[in-house]
């Protein structure tokens, strides 16, 4: 295989289809931070109690003291705007269904740039957070504190639960695989399957000696949720997501590299096993803490990193924030479905990505098998 110059020499499985981009990374941002918009302000809007886009806008820019200086703007250049709204509307929009939009996002994006980043570190892209043992272990977490009655944490007891055993659960991974001082990829690979295994196993085990309310409590965990969310848990979120949004896309280069080898990226001074272990030990975090507040929401960070590497291409210093900002919208827009369409029911979120999700991964890897013969 022959590279062009000044390119990095990848292999066909981390081609999009006709080996490249679709349409330029600028135009794709456009378009998602599009999405993100609408996504916003469909969710903070429609629901039993709905709020117009336009009076929407208004609270959001009143709450951020910024509804003055835009309707004088807008004053200026003759377009009178002065949209009002109540009290009601108000307490609606920010006490209940913009902190689910926002942790909504947080999860969306949480998820799908930690998951990038592991197949950009196992050169796999069939590879999930799910792959490091976080979720499992955050189960195991969650299901232990919800079956014991332990509340040392008060109503915070499930998810610090769920967020530690997670990121304790990948330390283990992580300590199992070394040997000799480096990580074994396929080593951590293998270890993650044996320990998910025994965490699933144990979380049964917990559960035979469960009552039906703690059941309910499991099941409605294990499910997914964003119908818990509050300031108070986007504020616990928030810090691990501005690491992992801020620090993960400054490794892209470092991650392109990934794909021609650890050998030949040691060569061209990329410190493989420091890239790893932070790409392991970010991802663990975020998501550990978004499975602690939300429970299990599966095909996010696996679907979104698939569907941007085809549209933009391979290259992670576009990949990473795209797929930061696809899996928010994404997210958010499912998280709508899933609580008006079988109103007033709420169907349980992991449901909903999870009958999203899979046709859409079939459909994508039918796409790619036939555009350019599989990934392997």
Same mark, same amino acid.
């Given at each position: ?15 999009? !289809? ?40 208004? /609270? ?34 920010? =006490? ?16 799908? /740039? ?17 792959? /490091? ?17 332990? =509340? ?12 530690? =055993? ?174 008006? /369409?079988?109103? !007033? ?13 899979? !046709? ?17």
């Amino acid at each position: 295989m022959t590279a062009l110059p000044g390119s990095i020499d990848r292999p066909r499985s981390w081609q999009g !289809p006709r080996g490249g981009r679709l349409i330029a990374p600028e135009i794709l941002f456009l378009f998602l931070g599009g999405v993100f918009i609408v996504a916003l302000l469909l969710g903070v809007g429609v629901g039993a109690f709905s709020i117009a886009p336009d009076v929407s806008m208004a /609270i959001l820019l009143d709450r951020a003291h910024l509804l003055g200086p835009v309707q004088s703007a807008l004053d200026a250049i003759g377009i009178d705007w002065a949209a009002t709204y109540t009290q009601q509307e108000s307490a609606v929009l920010w =006490a209940i269904r913009l902190p689910r939009v926002i942790q909504a996002a947080i999860v969306g994006g949480g998820l799908a /740039i930690a998951g990038a980043a592991l197949q950009g570190v196992f050169r796999n892209p069939l590879a999930d957070p799910g792959i /490091i043992g976080v979720s499992a272990g955050a189960s195991l977490g969650a299901v232990f504190a919800i079956v014991s009655g332990i =509340a040392i944490f008060g109503r915070f007891t499930t998810p610090m639960f769920a967020f530690g =055993a997670g990121v304790l659960t990948t330390l283990l991974v992580f300590t199992l695989s070394r040997h000799h001082g480096k990580t074994e990829v396929v080593t951590l690979i293998l270890t993650g399957v044996a320990i998910n295994a025994i965490a699933g196993a144990l979380v049964g085990l917990i559960i035979t000696v469960a009552n039906d309310a703690e059941l309910r409590s499991v099941t409605f965990w294990s499910l997914g949720s964003m119908g818990g969310a509050t300031w108070a848990s986007v504020g616990a979120m928030a810090p691990f997501a501005l690491l992992g949004f801020i620090l993960l896309p400054r490794w892209g280069s470092a991650l392109n590299l990934f794909v021609l080898g650890e050998h030949d990226a040691r060569h061209l001074g990329i410190d493989t096993e420091y890239i790893r272990v932070a790409v392991l030990l970010l991802s663990a975090a975020l998501v550990g803490s978004s499975v602690a507040f939300t429970g299990t929401i599966s095909f996010i960070g696996l679907v979104v990193p698939h569907a941007i590497r085809l549209i933009v291409g391979p290259d992670h210093r576009v990949l990473l924030p795209a797929c930061a900002l696809g899996g928010a919208a994404l997210l958010m827009l499912t998280d709508l479905a899933a609580r008006t /369409i079988a109103a !007033p029911i709420e169907v349980p979120l992991g449901v909903v990505t999870a009958l999203i999700g899979g !046709p859409v991964f079939l459909l994508l890897l039918d796409r790619t098998r036939r555009q350019v013969g599989g990934w392997g």
